[in-house]
């Protein structure tokens, strides 16, 4: 936006109501892609200016009706700057991301927290798992660490290791595990998957890897540019995280253990690799696709045909 648009905004824009309006506008003029856990411009446009004011979503909407200072019109319009012109996501700007219904610290040295795995971890992950058997769990590809601590939560007998290749984005995690005092719960691991915790076994192994073939990046939204590209793609058809695991989760799982995955909306590339594998794939109903989950004694019987 020129300077004359700015000031015309800071000028005559005075009120929350003001800005919810005209931040709503600016959003779909743009035509912003809606990925990153926000499915309506509205719901955007009321992140991003309750956010820039410190205000809680569930904010009386008497609120609304506020005069606002000049510094904090100022910052709402360079938050929407940044997600009109740079398209930045959402949770970057605001810093928070929401997971299982919980606010977790998000930028952009970790994905956007958006996966479906939260509906599963939120129902113990019945009827594939016994929660009296779950005294270990796994995570590969933590990121924010949200998943680990999420599971830390609703297993709350357990202990969670959460591995990431990428020590920034480890850092994220553990200022999140600090955040909801888990440190004694949730350890982590720098490494490449499953490699970095040794010969340790797990009742649970999850993993929202990365699975998007590499030649998808040109056709995908600017958005998804701010996202650490090594947390997305995983070569030429985006199974090689994916074939890891299938191929080394047995031996870190106990003997009742089983392994969950998501690959999103590329099922099909996992049953062409794996014809043979007795794959369960899980309904969302919450929304999203693509979690398969398979037990031990299935993967091994798997290896001898």
Known sequence: MNPTERQAALTHLTTVADWLRWSFTMLSKAQVYLGHGVDSVWDESLQLVLGALSLPLECDEVVYQAALLPEERERIFDWVERRTLKREPLAYITQTAWFMGMPFYVDDRVLVPRSPFGEWIERGFEPWVNAEQVHRICEIGTGSGCMAIAAAMVFEDAQVDAVD??????????????????????????GDALSAVGDQCYDIIMSNPPYVPDEEEAGLPAEYRHEPANALFAGHDGMAIVSGLIEQAANHLTDHGVLFVEVGQFSEAVTRLYPDLPLTWLSCAQGGEGIFMITKEQLLNGRQT
């Open 165 to 190: 290749i990428s020590g920034d984005a480890l850092a994220v995690a553990s200022k999140n595990i600090e955040e909801y005092d888990l440190q004694d719960r949730v350890r982590l691991f720098e």
